[in-house]
């Protein structure tokens, strides 16, 4: 009975550390849920394991695989994170990583249930890693795209406006255009969406009025991606 508080309590702890790291991000799925997770998936194995031997232990035989119910466990999941995954009205798709973290917590739980202590605290450290530390590096040692954001701006101006020029004002404002999308408005007026790339250190206000500057610019509303 012991060994199996020893392993609900590590589950419960590495799932604890991975919702902590969602929760102070303000995701969705934080600390609760992925200890829910943890703790579940951890004893669900037990329980796979401990019938597998008790059966075993009656029959003389083996009457079931130990880690069927754990093989489960990693396909119900599947649903439960696809759940978070959402596709926002500008196209973007998040919630990826709370999905793969919610899996990952799964994970620590079924290894914890499983008796492999080590190696679910090794798991847990190294997504961590993966997620807070390694992006961090990547931006100080990596290519300078992954430096920049991108920020969605949508624009309306007169329609005698030379659109061509703004772009071009756009960019000597030290911002990259990755997509253009022009329409025109039924009140003499055109809207001009634009996927924008700056420094990740530039302040979203900053980009604004930076735009709000060129000359035509009647409204400007920006988003920031990510």
Same mark, same amino acid.
């Given at each position: 009975? &012991?060994?199996?508080?020893?392993?609900?309590?590590?589950?419960?702890?590495?799932?604890?550390?991975?919702?902590?790291?969602?929760?102070?991000?303000?995701?969705?799925?934080?600390?609760?849920?992925?200890?829910?997770?943890?703790? &579940?998936?951890?004893?669900?194995?037990?329980?796979?394991?401990?019938?597998?031997?008790?059966?075993?232990?009656l029959?003389?035989?083996t009457?079931?695989?130990?880690?069927?119910?754990?093989?489960?466990?990693?396909?119900?999941?599947?649903?439960?994170?696809?759940?978070?995954?959402?596709?926002?009205?500008?196209?973007?798709?998040?919630?990826?990583?709370?999905?793969?973290?919610?899996?990952?917590?799964?994970?620590?739980?079924?290894?914890?249930?499983?008796?492999?202590?080590?190696?679910? &605290?090794?798991?847990?450290?190294?997504?961590?890693?993966?997620?807070?530390?390694?992006?961090?590096?990547?931006?100080?040692?990596?290519?300078?795209?992954?430096?920049?954001?991108?920020?969605?701006?949508?624009?309306?101006?007169?329609?005698?406006?030379?659109?061509?020029?703004?772009?071009?004002?756009?960019?000597?404002?030290?911002?990259?255009?990755?997509?253009?999308?022009?329409?025109?408005?039924?009140?003499?007026? &055109?809207?001009?969406?634009?996927?924008i790339?700056?420094?990740?250190?530039?302040?979203?206000?900053?980009?604004y009025?930076?735009?709000?500057?060129?000359?035509?610019?009647q409204?400007?509303e920006?988003?920031?991606?990510?």
């Amino acid at each position: 009975m &012991s060994l199996i508080l020893i392993k609900l309590g590590i589950s419960a702890f590495l799932g604890l550390v991975i919702g902590l790291e969602r929760e102070l991000k303000r995701k969705p799925v934080g600390l609760k849920t992925c200890l829910v997770i943890s703790i &579940s998936s951890c004893l669900l194995t037990i329980v796979s394991i401990e019938s597998a031997s008790t059966f075993s232990e009656l029959t003389g035989r083996t009457m079931m695989d130990p880690m069927r119910l754990a093989a489960q466990i990693v396909s119900g999941i599947g649903f439960l994170g696809a759940g978070v995954i959402l596709r926002r009205s500008n196209d973007v798709i998040s919630g990826l990583t709370t999905a793969a973290m919610i899996w990952g917590a799964s994970g620590l739980g079924i290894a914890s249930g499983a008796g492999f202590y080590l190696e679910a &605290s090794a798991g847990a450290l190294m997504i961590l890693i993966s997620v807070e530390l390694i992006p961090m590096i990547m931006k100080w040692v990596g290519p300078k795209t992954l430096r920049e954001k991108e920020a969605k701006v949508r624009l309306i101006v007169p329609d005698g406006r030379d659109m061509t020029e703004m772009v071009k004002e756009i960019k000597k404002r030290q911002m990259k255009i990755y997509n253009v999308r022009v329409k025109d408005l039924e009140n003499g007026m &055109s809207k001009m969406e634009l996927t924008i790339g700056t420094y990740d250190k530039r302040y979203t206000t900053d980009i604004y009025y930076d735009i709000k500057e060129i000359t035509g610019v009647q409204n400007v509303e920006i988003e920031t991606l990510g």
